[in-house]
């Protein structure tokens, strides 16, 4: 399956924070042809392994590599007069709201829109002030009995999108943060599956990052990974944007650094992207990340985290924008830091003596024989 196709799979699908099962099938589904062992935690994250080759024989160390699967939506506070009133789960923008079409998960799936009153019949401030959410409501066009027989309140609403082709290779679509990185989870995996690593590959989609992390706080608790990398949509390019940790779309990733990320990580990150020539920018955070990176870091003693920003226009809409390429660069760097991470690296993140030896990081990792099963899907 074509990164674009995944994409397009994972934005149309709906779930929000705590109801990520629609999400979760896809990507289980996708996950499954390159793991060893799959695993959905209590919280409703995906856990895939892929076991590392040692020659050695002993225990290998684990990477942990992850993105998370929620999206932002809405949820059914009352019913009006036929006319549904609802409140926000996760950090959506009260400005984008009116006259979207949106989808009601009752007791049938319903078709609406969101409505407010005529600007003809607002007062003059009123017109220039952003709506409040409170003065909004979905129209599903039944009568008030029947409404009130397939919605209650608790329901939750998405926003109703396709995922549009623009030019240059750039689509647009709802849910691209961080629908985008679980895409990028799932082609490292794959293309790990060609390759020789001897850490032991945990692949995440972890659940209800928009309302607090929680998928990446407990499923990093259970897996206690000697490294953790993070992907997570940064902002790109578009007018009216400080340039601070902007990533123009098309020119890579940003690679982060900061308190919340460890040096080593970010400086392997950096020297494995300059040796195969894959274009980035470094993202530099002063404190919190607002990121997974940011909750997985703090686990058990500490996890040694990275963060990879993958360049999204118009963020925590219906119409966020992204290249494709980018993706590919992303799913690239993240599979060859994966098959260079080995047992001298893990020494220096715990701080022990190492013997001093050449740089290798622009060698190719060996590829490894492939199931032909996995080879099969993976075309």
């Keep these: 399956m074509s990164i674009k196709e995944f994409l397009r799979q994972l934005s149309q699908a709906h779930g929000v924070s705590g109801y990520e099962h629609a999400v979760r099938d896809l990507v289980s589904e996708r996950f499954r042809p390159y793991a060893d062992e799959i695993a959905v935690t209590p919280m409703g994250s995906v856990i895939a392994l892929q076991r590392g080759t040692r020659a050695d024989k002993t225990p290998a160390p684990q990477v942990l ?100 082709a623009l030019k240059n290779d750039l689509v647009a679509g709802k849910a691209f943060d961080d629908r985008c990185g679980v895409v990028c989870v799932a082609e490292t995996l794959a293309l790990l599956a060609t390759m020789r690593h001897p850490w032991d590959v945990y692949a995440v989609a972890n659940a209800q990052e928009e309302v607090g992390s ?28 400080s340039e601070i940790n902007v990533v123009p779309l098309n020119q890579g990733m940003g690679i982060a ?15 494995i992207a300059k040796a195969h020539e894959i274009p980035y920018r470094v993202t530099a955070y002063t404190g919190t990340t607002s990121t997974d990176a940011w909750a997985m870091q703090v686990v058990r003693e500490g996890i040694p985290t990275g963060l990879i920003d993958i360049p999204v226009r118009y963020m925590h809409t219906s119409v966020e924008t992204l290249s494709l390429t980018d993706l590919e660069r992303v799913s690239r760097l993240l599979a060859l830091f994966c098959a260079a991470l080995d047992d001298q690296f893990l020494k220096q993140l715990r701080g022990e003596p190492v013997a001093e030896q050449p740089a290798q990081a622009s060698e190719k990792p060996k590829a490894k024989n492939v199931t032909r099963k996995a080879a099969r899907k993976r075309k």
């Excluded at 990974?225 to 902002?235: E, R, S």
């Excluded at 650094?257 to 020297?271: Q, R, S, V, Y």
């Design 65 to 164: 590599v992850e993105a998370h699967m929620d999206e932002i939506g809405l949820m059914v506070t009352d019913i009006d007069h036929g006319f549904i009133r609802f409140t926000h789960v996760g950090g959506v923008d009260a400005r984008v709201l009116v006259a979207q079409e949106v989808v009601v998960q009752g007791k049938e799936t319903l078709r609406g829109i969101i409505g407010a009153r005529p600007p003809h019949v607002l007062t003059a401030a009123e017109r220039d002030q952003v709506i409040p959410m409170s003065d909004l409501w979905i129209d599903v066009g039944l009568s008030e009995t029947r409404v009130r027989d397939l919605v209650q309140p608790g329901d939750l609403v998405t926003l109703a999108r396709q995922v549009t």
């Design 214 to 241: 929680r998928g990446a706080i407990t499923s990093t608790f259970q897996i206690n990974p000697a490294v953790a990398i993070a992907l997570d949509a940064t902002y790109a390019d578009q007018p009216n944007m």
């Design 257 to 271: 650094t900061g308190p919340n990320i460890h040096p080593l990580i970010h400086e392997k990150l950096t020297e």
